[in-house]
């Protein structure tokens, strides 16, 4: 039987590496070009967090190297452990990807044929939609990965004879602990900006591929509080960070004692990088409000303009939901809103916190699903898979029931985002426990349960 030279053993490490850096390279530009665009349209926005986006992207292609690199100088029992792994999970992940999205484009066949190019949308969707879809996909496939590599495993004799080699439970579920590292570190990259940022952005990407208006938001109200005045806004349409283009806006200024003097009612309002002004126009129509008896209508140009302070990245805030948000997108709303006393911070904060708890489930799964796994009776994994499916179920129910709180205010909202976590890391301690010990997990859960 051949045995692998030094220099072949190399070869997947070097390639992923220098993939990894040439990606690096054709990326890290790309996305800070659009930055850069975004910070000109939003100056108000957290240029630092968005600056950080091009390098978290590097890091994301450098990733499979470093998993390359690990995986050659790792002992020979982990290696074989690790390629068991891949193999249950690239199928696994393959399969589960591919049901999802045959599914979403069965529901949504009839949209993309009224589409001018039918697969430059499909195309375009989905490749913006990947982040999100992964993001939701990971924890379950590595749940149902570990269950299915362990349990064959386990049904073969080859964890006894692993922990008869001097290893430990814990010790063997070492190279799974560190992918489900990289899967965590994989979630928190899309969580920074892209996952999020996919979810809100897919109708108007299908919209725009169908030639229909595509909006950012509708119906929002701002409230300026230095200038005293409110805007509610009709619609933001898609770019409009480009193009600095309002539908359907009025204005309403209030004095220093707190009573409205001026309305101000037009179609569009376009607000100008260079001049940092804004120019109103379509059926404009200015309002005194101070005029007593009556209001008085003051006749107006077909354009108006103002030097306000305002930008659309402030005024838009609102009308944004937090569950689209990234971190550097959440921070600028906290910071615009953080002496505004009648903002609700609370779903923001919960978001913020729940960017960096969600990918660390990953992580709890690997926990959970690895002593559930290993079997060294005769009696197989039936049990532990049900039990692994039973609290998957509960860790998706935990997830929103905190999440819920915690954006209503009845929780803090770090709590609220890592209670899920929390929660399951002990019961994945618990499990631990009695398999390293030798107890039966399976049998002493099915003790808590009412009999007959």
């Known amino acids: 039987m051949p045995v692998s030279t030094p220099v072949k053993t190399l070869i997947w490490p070097l390639l992923l590496t220098v993939a990894?850096?040439?990606?690096?390279?054709?990326?890290?530009?790309?996305?800070?070009?659009?930055?850069?665009?975004?910070?000109?349209?939003?100056?108000?926005?957290?240029?630092?967090?968005?600056?950080?986006?091009?390098?978290?992207?590097?890091?994301?292609?450098?990733?499979?190297?470093?998993?390359?690199?690990?995986?050659h100088f790792a002992g020979k029992l982990d290696?074989?452990?690790?390629?068991?792994?891949?193999?249950?999970?690239?199928?696994?992940?393959?399969?589960?990807?591919?049901?999802?999205?045959?599914?979403?484009?069965?529901?949504?066949?009839?949209?993309?044929?009224?589409?001018?190019?039918t697969w430059a949308a499909v195309r375009s969707y989905y490749s913006i939609h990947l982040p999100a879809i992964t993001i939701f996909l990971l924890?379950?496939?590595?749940?149902?990965?570990?269950?299915?590599?362990?349990?064959?495993?386990?049904?073969?004799?080859?964890?006894?004879?692993?922990?008869?080699?001097?290893?430990?439970?814990?010790?063997?579920?070492a190279p799974l602990l560190i992918t489900g590292l990289f899967c965590?570190?994989?979630?928190?990259?899309?969580?920074?900006?892209?996952?999020?940022?996919?979810?809100?952005?897919?109708?108007?990407?299908?919209?725009?591929h169908?030639?229909?208006?595509?909006?950012?938001?509708?119906?929002?109200?701002?409230?300026?509080?230095?200038?005293?005045?409110?805007?509610?806004?009709?619609?933001f349409p898609n770019h409009f960070e480009k193009t600095g283009l309002l539908k359907?806006?009025?204005?309403?200024?209030?004095?220093?004692?707190?009573?409205?003097?001026?309305?101000?009612?037009?179609?569009?309002?376009?607000?100008?990088?260079?001049?940092?002004?804004?120019?109103?126009?379509g059926d404009v129509t200015l309002i005194d409000l101070l005029h007593q008896p009556i209001p008085?209508?003051?006749?107006?140009?077909?354009?108006?303009?103002?030097?306000?302070?305002e930008t659309p990245w402030q005024i838009i805030k609102p009308g944004l939901k937090p569950l689209h948000l990234g971190i550097p997108e959440l921070n600028s709303w906290l910071t615009a809103n953080e002496s505004i006393s009648w903002a609700d911070r609370s779903p923001y904060?919960?978001?913020?916190?729940?960017?960096?708890?969600?990918?660390?489930?990953?992580?709890?799964?690997?926990?959970?699903?690895?002593?559930?796994?290993?079997?060294?009776?005769?009696?197989?994994?039936?049990g532990g898979v049900s039990i692994a499916l039973f609290l998957s179920a509960g860790m998706l129910f935990a997830s929103s029931f905190f999440l819920t709180f915690g954006e209503a205010g009845h929780m803090p909202p770090a709590l609220a985002a890592w209670s899920t976590n929390i929660l399951f890391s002990l019961i994945a301690l618990y499990f631990f426990h009695r398999r390293i010990t030798g107890r039966p997990i399976y049998q002493s859960l099915k003790k808590l349960l009412p009999t007959r």
């Open 20 to 71: 990894g850096i040439l990606l690096a390279i054709w990326a890290i530009p790309r996305e800070s070009i659009i930055v850069e665009e975004h910070i000109l349209g939003f100056p108000d926005t957290d240029i630092r967090g968005h600056r950080l986006r091009p390098w978290i992207l590097g890091l994301l292609y450098l990733l499979p190297a470093s998993a390359a690199w690990l995986y």
């Open 79 to 117: 290696r074989y452990t690790a390629r068991q792994f891949l193999t249950s999970f690239s199928l696994i992940m393959g399969a589960l990807m591919a049901i999802l999205l045959l599914t979403d484009l069965q529901n949504r066949a009839s949209d993309f044929s009224e589409a001018e190019d």
């Open 139 to 173: 924890p379950y496939s590595l749940m149902l990965s570990l269950l299915h590599c362990l349990g064959k495993m386990s049904l073969h004799q080859e964890i006894v004879g692993m922990v008869q080699t001097g290893r430990g439970v814990l010790r063997i579920v």
């Open 184 to 208: 965590t570190t994989i979630s928190l990259i899309f969580n920074y900006h892209w996952g999020p940022w996919a979810e809100g952005n897919k109708k108007i990407i299908l919209k725009t």
């Open 210 to 235: 169908l030639g229909n208006e595509a909006n950012r938001a509708q119906s929002v109200i701002y409230r300026d509080a230095d200038s005293k005045r409110v805007w509610l806004v009709g619609a």
């Open 248 to 281: 359907n806006v009025t204005i309403q200024s209030f004095n220093q004692e707190g009573y409205p003097s001026l309305k101000l009612q037009a179609k569009s309002a376009t607000w100008s990088r260079d001049t940092k002004s804004w120019t109103f126009a």
């Open 296 to 309: 008085k209508k003051i006749k107006t140009d077909p354009t108006v303009s103002f030097d306000w302070q």
């Open 349 to 382: 904060l919960t978001q913020w916190h729940y960017r960096l708890a969600q990918p660390f489930i990953c992580l709890v799964t690997i926990l959970l699903a690895a002593p559930l796994g290993i079997v060294f009776s005769r009696r197989g994994t039936a």
